[in-house]
């Protein structure tokens, strides 16, 4: 039996020795045509350093008591010990019926799922509201600072369908993330112990009888109570009702504080700040404070996932108020980069990427943004170089007859065995980050190229904006030559989207580069020229008033869709076949302030914030994505209820409002 195991081992070694191998030369086929020996990528560990600076403002993010489990945003977490307190609800019945929701997400739409309305959340956890609706019981959970100490308090809130019998309120109390640590109940008090220290949790309600609760499906030491009017938990130090209700109130006037003094912004910044703060998350896996789109995205890919364009954009948001979050945000995605150097598409838990293929480099805009808020010299020095190497490799690879074109490379490392869509014409569309867009219907994916045969204006127009950008980051650090590369490479482009400009349509369009024939279909996209400041003045004057203001295309009660209003796909409705999306609206409104008119800015500002705050007010919604004939996101499953690049429809607002 041992020589069978040793001859295992062998295999094992010489089997990730030939990976390794393939890995250096980018084929890993070796690798691709055998079973996983484990769920772990086999480049899992492969993740860039953190410097000095970003190592101290990670450890200053990862502290204190927050909702950072990111299976539940009723458990509350004290990092760094990974102390935790699971707010839980049992529904009892007489007869059949008894059910526990320990865990509560925002958004889940599956039948009998609780519905979690979110109220505000301040940056730092300091102070959080929210609300449930879940088997007829509905209640109110808000947590507030007190110094170090936590305290949480839950309401009872009326309802018509309310079962016979209350339901019984559970705070139980464990360590997570492998943490090590005790927690013991003693009589009415819960002590803790960890490396950090001892920490007493006490109760203020009425205990219920052990005998009562006995089957309550939890891990840890817990209180029980039947929830029939207010209920506290402090940590510390024993407190009253009143006492913790007080702190409660002192806190939401600190955030109330915290959304500045200007009633046109108050209610972007506090949007932004709660879809941030609900949907920021401690990663223990690498070890780092992180804001994935959303929870329920992050747990169906095994514990998080960041997506590239998206997560540039939470740090674009975080940007008005938590300037570390931000940089966690722009540099994490840095860091995911694959061992040939660029950004994947995403990455997820146990190391895997979609690493064949990247997404619209918007990393250099984000970073010039941020650095011109913040001034920071060496968030510039963390994120040069990968950005660098990101910006090679769009040239190196996605580069077809002078153009920046899509593509899918199979062979990339790490392979991914689940990825069906690799290596062919889906997989080479979802780069463009726009997954089933009309524009790409009947385009060709030349599998021997990897590549997509369609010259596109809006990735080449934003790998134009990202030369750029990165070459204002070059000549900041003086590297000169980087820079003259980098100017050099977007003049070169940027000639050659000037050939794309149709005279006749009075637009930039995409063009077929087998057959030669431009594509009429319009979609926002075709007005990123002006974002890489491609476009003269004349041929933004006419794509504004030509198509951008015209109702028959894109103006209209609710903008811009993804799809011109006139073409067959926009009745659709289908994801990105004519609903509308945040991250190019602000894209197109970043083109739009290159320009000079102002009035078209202000309105396109003033009606995606239309579009945003109308279900943010009623249901404290930020969706995904928005039906452009009706303005709801509620209208389809695949549009996440709390998904945060959909607040870039009010950040452009808050710009003009600054």
């Not at 769920?39 to 990670?58: I, K, N, V």
């Not at 998350?281 to 364009?309: A, H, L, M, N, T």
Request: one cysteine or more; aromatic letters at 10%; charged letters at 20%.
């Amino acid at each position: 039996m041992q020589v069978v195991r040793n001859i295992e081992k062998l295999m094992t070694l010489c089997l990730y020795a030939t990976c390794a191998v393939a890995a250096l030369f980018t084929t890993a086929t070796y690798c691709q045509n055998r079973p996983p020996l484990t769920h772990l990528a086999p480049e899992a560990d492969h993740e860039g350093a953190r410097s000095e600076q970003y190592e101290a403002l990670q450890q200053r993010l990862a502290r204190g008591w927050n909702t950072w489990d990111v299976h539940s945003v009723t458990t509350h977490v004290l990092l760094p010990d990974g102390l935790a307190i699971h707010i839980g609800l049992k529904n009892n019945t007489s007869e059949w019926g008894d059910a526990y929701l320990g865990d509560a997400l925002i958004g889940r739409l599956e039948r009998g799922s609780e519905v979690v309305t979110p109220g505000p959340h301040a940056w730092d956890g300091s102070y959080t509201d929210l609300s449930i609706d879940w088997n007829g019981h509905s209640w109110r959970v808000q947590s507030a600072h007190d110094g170090d100490d936590l305290v949480l308090l839950v309401t009872p809130v009326p309802s018509s369908q309310a079962p016979p019998l209350p339901p019984t309120l559970v705070f139980s109390v464990d360590f997570i993330w492998n943490r090590r640590g005790t927690a013991l109940r003693e009589g009415d008090v819960i002590r803790t112990q960890s490396s950090s220290g001892s920490i007493a949790i006490h109760c203020a309600c009425d205990l219920a009888p052990e005998l009562r609760p006995a089957h309550i499906p939890v891990g840890g030491p817990y209180f029980a109570t039947d929830l029939t009017g207010p209920v506290g938990l402090s940590t510390g130090r024993s407190r009253t009702i009143d006492e913790i209700q007080n702190i409660v109130k002192r806190q939401f006037s600190v955030y109330e504080r915290s959304l500045g003094n200007q009633s046109a912004t108050k209610p972007i910044v506090d949007a932004i700040q709660t879809t941030l703060g609900w949907n920021t998350i401690y990663e223990p896996e690498q070890k780092r404070v992180v804001s994935p789109v959303s929870r329920g995205w992050s747990i169906s890919r095994g514990g998080y996932v960041i997506f590239d364009w998206d997560n540039f954009f939470a740090a674009t948001l975080a940007s008005i108020g938590d300037r570390d979050l931000a940089y966690a945000n722009a540099l994490e995605v840095l860091r995911g980069e694959t061992p040939l150097g660029y950004v994947p598409n995403s990455a997820r838990a146990d190391g895997w990427k979609e690493s064949d293929r990247s997404e619209p480099p918007v990393g250099s805009i984000t970073i010039v943004g941020l650095y011109r808020t913040f001034r920071d010299r060496w968030l510039l020095e963390d994120a040069f170089e990968p950005l660098l190497r990101w910006n090679r490799w769009w040239d190196a690879r996605r580069q077809l007859k002078g153009f920046i074109v899509l593509g899918s490379n199979p062979e990339a490392p790490p392979p991914n065995p689940d990825d069906k869509a690799r290596g062919g014409w889906q997989a080479a569309i979802y780069e463009s980050g726009m997954d089933n867009s009309p524009m790409y219907d009947g385009s060709y994916y030349n599998p021997q190229t990897q590549l997509l045969e369609y010259a596109d204006v809006g990735m080449t127009s934003l790998y134009i904006a990202d030369c750029e950008a990165l070459a204002d980051i070059a000549e900041v650090l003086n590297k000169q030559a980087e820079m003259k590369e980098l100017r050099g490479r977007a003049n070169r482009y940027r000639t050659n989207l000037a050939t794309l400009w149709d005279a006749k349509t009075g637009m930039f369009l995409n063009k077929d580069l087998r057959t030669g024939q431009l594509n009429t279909r319009l979609s926002p996209t075709n007005f990123y020229p002006m974002l890489a400041k491609s476009a003269t003045r004349e041929q933004s004057k006419i794509m504004i008033e030509k198509h951008l203001l015209n109702p028959d295309e894109f103006w209209g009660q609710w903008i811009i869709p993804s799809i011109s209003r006139n073409d067959p796909a926009f009745k659709d409705q289908d994801y990105w076949r004519g609903r509308i999306w945040g991250p190019t609206n602000y894209l197109v409104y970043l083109g739009l302030s290159n320009y000079e008119d102002l009035s078209v800015r202000r309105q396109f500002a003033q009606k995606s914030y239309d579009l945003f705050v109308k279900e943010w007010v009623e249901h404290r919604h930020v969706h995904e994505n928005y039906n452009a004939m009706t303005g709801s996101g509620d209208d389809v499953y695949h549009s996440d209820r709390f998904y945060h690049w959909g607040a870039l429809l009010g950040y452009m607002e808050y710009l003009e409002q600054k």
